[in-house]
């Protein structure tokens, strides 16, 4: 313990002289007050201290913010699967379960209406431009690995009892085309339902219009692996960014594969998509005319944003700033809350710790919470599962200036942090070959510090379940090459941890130098 007891001596020396400084700047201004107040007084008529009873008090001007850390631009690393499936956040609230579609025209599902004031731009707003029809291209592109889409300029009519979107292209082409597209950002599901998108020749005749609508719409499925939030982030919220927030909020959606209780759970970020009513798609019966219609979501990769992949060049920083946007957090020159709040020497460095259920649980949770403080961090316990109302967690996360768990869907709560906050990611056993994919890249690439943190067998409860000669620990390369299943089964399913917080003594001196 000798190493670690210098480490926190360090740290407390370090506390020792924030307080001691913080006090003498107190002192200062202090004098520098009385200065000026005194000087004012005695340049003035020699009975002015006659009037010292109508003079306002001098207040101080506030200290501009240190804005957050520049992002680390780093590639996303390359993981071999597509799929985590996760315990943490792993269960969608059960207040949203059974929620009904608020009543309207044909079969239309929540409505959103309109919310405060148009974008100031601070997420990356890039401004709308009406689309305008082509001549000679296909309107649908089935060519990229993740998603396909199909965006149709001019007349465009939606039948949602169908699931199809008719395209009505000047002049007619001699003959029409038909496309069956999974319409969200992982068309691999085979569960996802398809919307057909027909483009009509000149011998087919167009359903009459029932709406006429002067903006554009997107059509695309919820479903999927929703209900874990780091799907609901990486395949829904993320993708949804990246092909609406171009419209500035003036776009209808139309939901195939709807969940009302999705809906209201992010409700915040959807107000932020549109002004809109949200149409359920599956039960409308209307048939609706669009300029402009897009049926899919785009998506670059698992929980992250290319910046060079589309023409707005959204960033991943753009995104988590759009989600503080929704949520009406602090603007991104608010500093970390221990730097924002410098005349408080009692203030400790704030630190999530993100609890789990199932698998990958911390079974010495006593002594990590001690060593935690030992290190001088005020804990704040979080079980996202149950902590359900969302509103509320965002702002408590939003309080903190670090968030810590083991690899897992909950860290993905990271999204609420302010500019320059602390991930401290803890990796189990055997899936360090994925962590910085999945967790340290967009961290880094969102403008937050990332500390990871991959355990020892020792730390593993693996290693008394099937002991040092059995492949799971010699090998887990092996494991790894045997198929994504294997690694779930292992390493994902049944594995907890035993943090050794001697040996992690190092990662959180590392977490509070970047944090102070």
């Known amino acids: 313990m000798g190493s670690v007891k210098a480490a926190k001596s360090m740290v407390k020396r370090r506390i020792c002289r924030r307080r001691f400084g913080a006090l003498f700047a107190a002192a200062l201004v202090a004098a520098v007050v009385a200065l000026v107040v005194f000087s004012d ?125 008719m395209y009505v292209p000047q002049p007619r082409a001699s003959k029409g085309e038909e496309w069956s597209v999974p ?62 927030h171009q419209f500035d909020r003036d776009v209808q959606l139309l939901v195939t594969n709807n969940q009302p209780w999705f809906i209201k759970k992010y409700s915040a970020i959807f107000h932020r998509l549109t002004k809109h009513e949200i149409i359920d798609f599956d039960a409308d019966k209307q048939v609706r005319c669009y300029p402009h219609v897009i049926v899919g979501l785009r998506s670059h990769r698992d929980f992250g944003i290319d910046p060079n992949a589309g023409i707005h060049n959204y960033t991943m920083l753009d995104f988590r700033l759009f989600v503080r946007e929704s949520y009406g957090l602090p603007a991104s020159e608010v500093d970390i809350p221990y730097r924002a709040d410098k005349d408080d020497p009692e203030r400790k460095p704030r630190i999530i710790l993100i609890e789990r259920g199932k698998t990958r649980r911390f079974m010495n949770a006593p002594e990590v919470l001690q060593g935690l403080d030992w290190f001088g961090f005020e804990v704040v316990k979080a079980d996202p599962r149950i902590d359900s109302n969302l509103d509320e967690f965002v702002r408590l996360v939003d309080s903190c200036d670090a968030i810590m768990g083991v690899h897992g869907a909950g860290l993905t709560n990271m999204v609420f942090l302010r500019s320059g906050a602390v991930l401290v990611h803890i990796v189990p056993y055997g899936i360090e070959f ?83």
């Open 41 to 165: 007084l005695f340049a003035q008529d020699p009975n002015a201290s006659s009037q010292l009873n109508t003079l306002r008090p001098v207040r101080d001007a506030s200290e501009p913010t240190e804005t957050g850390q520049s992002p680390n631009k780093e590639d996303l690393a390359t993981v071999t699967s597509d799929q985590e499936l996760d315990a943490g956040n792993s269960e969608p609230n059960q207040d949203f379960h059974g929620t009904k579609p608020a009543a309207g025209e044909g079969g239309t599902a929540t409505a959103v209406p309109a919310q405060g004031e148009r974008s100031t731009g601070e997420s990356g707003l890039v401004p709308y431009t009406r689309c305008t029809p082509g001549t000679g291209t296909t309107i649908c592109d089935l060519s990229n690995q993740r998603y396909d889409i199909c965006e149709l300029c001019g007349d465009a009519r939606t039948i949602g009892h169908s699931s199809t979107v």
């Open 183 to 244: 319409a969200q950002s992982r068309k691999s599901l085979p569960w996802i339902k398809k919307v057909t998108v027909k483009s009509l020749n000149a011998s087919q005749l167009e359903p009459s219009c029932t709406s006429r609508h002067s903006i554009p719409a997107i059509v695309f499925a919820l479903g999927g692996f929703t209900g874990n939030i780091w799907h609901d982030v990486s395949d829904v919220l993320l993708p949804l960014f990246l092909t609406v």
């Open 434 to 516: 994925m962590a910085d994919g999945f967790y340290g890249a967009p961290a880094r690439d969102m403008g937050l510090r990332h500390v990871q943190y991959s355990i020892s067998p020792d730390e593993s409860t693996l290693l008394e379940k099937y002991g040092w000669n059995h492949t799971v620990i010699k090998d887990p390369e092996a494991i790894r090459n045997s198929g994504w299943e294997k690694v779930g089964e292992f390493y994902m399913s049944a594995q907890d941890v035993v943090l050794n917080m001697t040996r992690f003594g190092s990662s959180l001196l590392k977490a509070i130098e970047l944090i102070m």
